[in-house]
């Protein structure tokens, strides 16, 4: 008799659970805390852009409706800020989720992708999920390594992620980096330009990757309302590239992905230029808050183009992580990256990232 149970296809049992940030709710019922901060999953400290909130609560009548399918409104605005025709955006719900929709679309059995590591957990899921190849290229001095990304690429590639700035470690890969792999990256396989943080990059050698859209090379950029926008919980994400490449995307996109409160909150997001420097200073000050203790505690870290900062504790993290919980700091471990002595924190509002330093220190010292 065949075996005619119910069971998944083999890939979903390969899938490895994402692991989320701790929630602060959880932390305190476990350890009986009432004032928690979250430093772990790279949220906008000042909250959500006022803006947004303000365009959504008056948008809260009409949720009878479904939404917009197409995201007309949100895909305009985008539209307008990047110069790019409506045809050339897809909007997700999160980037996450387009991650996931370019793995539908594009991956066939065999196939592989190339990503650097440690970095986003989301491009494996993307592999595993549709029985393709992850190639993980170690990064090079906590920085993805282009160089030796485009020697790993072969006939069956068909994605190359490129995190930056990296998440977990906030370094960036330059213009003249990201460049050479386009032109070393054959036709047949897509690069997708992960800018999750991007509005956080200062550097003057950051790629303007809209111009690659432009110019219709074979790239995806994807951004995000999460981060530097502060609405996270709304999970909207979009991405740019060429029409052919978009309309896979969209074939393969669920009809009412984000949801109706989240087209209106990121398109009044869109245009909140004081949330954004306002969120762009607190963090470049924050930045130099955290270098400043590390270099007096003699903890080497990498110098980030993002909202967090990857920093050596130089011993295993997991017990300074757990200390730091029950002081009610939540942070991220490097274990889950594979660099166990590492911490991944999240810029604070000044007086969280006080709180954070202060708590390390004793740590560390006891
Ligand atoms: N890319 C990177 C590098 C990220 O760090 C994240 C969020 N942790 C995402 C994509 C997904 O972001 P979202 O789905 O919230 O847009």
């Known amino acids: 008799m065949s075996d005619n149970t119910l069971s998944p296809r ?3 049992n390969r899938l490895v659970p994402y692991s989320p940030g701790k929630p602060i709710e959880e932390t305190k019922r476990e350890f009986g805390l009432t004032d928690v901060i979250k430093l772990g999953s790279n949220e906008n400290a000042l909250g959500p ?8 609560k008056s948008a809260l009548g009409e949720l009878n409706l479904y939404p917009d399918g197409a995201a007309f409104t949100l895909k305009n605005a985008l539209s307008e800020r990047f110069g790019l025709p409506a045809g050339c955006i897809t909007i997700g719900n999160g980037s996450d989720e387009l991650i996931h929709y370019l793995g539908i679309a594009y991956l066939r059995e065999g196939d592989n992708i190339v990503q650097g590591d440690p970095s986003f957990v989301r491009y ?6 549709n029985d393709t190849e992850c190639v993980k290229v170690p990064l090079k001095n906590l920085t993805y390594d282009l160089e030796t990304m485009a020697d790993a690429v072969n006939e069956r590639t068909r994605m190359v992620f490129v995190c930056n700035p990296n998440n977990p470690t906030g370094t960036i890969n330059t213009k003249a980096e990201v460049e050479r792999l386009m032109d070393r990256v054959p036709d047949s396989a897509l690069i997708v330009l992960d800018e999750a943080y991007c509005e956080y990059v200062g550097s003057p050698q950051y790629p303007d990757s809209i111009q690659y859209v432009k110019d219709g090379r074979n790239v995806i950029v994807l951004r995000t309302f999460s981060k530097i926008y502060g609405i996270a919980g709304l999970r909207v994400g979009y991405g740019l590239a060429r029409p052919d490449i978009i309309r896979a995307v969209e074939q393969v996109r669920e009809p009412f992905n984000v949801n109706s409160l989240a087209q209106v909150g990121a398109t009044a997001a869109l245009s909140d230029t004081e949330h954004l420097q306002r969120s762009a ?4 000050e924050g930045k130099k808050a955290f270098y400043a203790a590390f270099e007096a505690m ?10 967090f900062v990857f920093v050596d504790v ?4 997991r017990p300074v992580y757990m200390a730091l919980l029950r002081k009610g700091v939540i942070v991220r471990t490097g274990d889950i990256f594979g660099l166990p002595t590492y911490l991944r924190v999240t810029i604070g509002t000044p007086e969280e990232n006080q709180r954070f330093l202060s708590e390390l220190k004793a740590i560390l010292a006891a």
């Open 49 to 56: 852009s006022p803006k947004a909130v303000e365009a959504m």
């Open 10 to 12: 083999p890939a979903v």
């Open 298 to 307: 003699g903890l080497p870290y990498a110098p980030s183009e993002a909202n």
């Open 281 to 284: 200073s607190n963090n470049t």
């Open 124 to 129: 494996e899921s993307a592999a595993v999920l």
């Open 314 to 317: 130089k011993r295993d993290c």
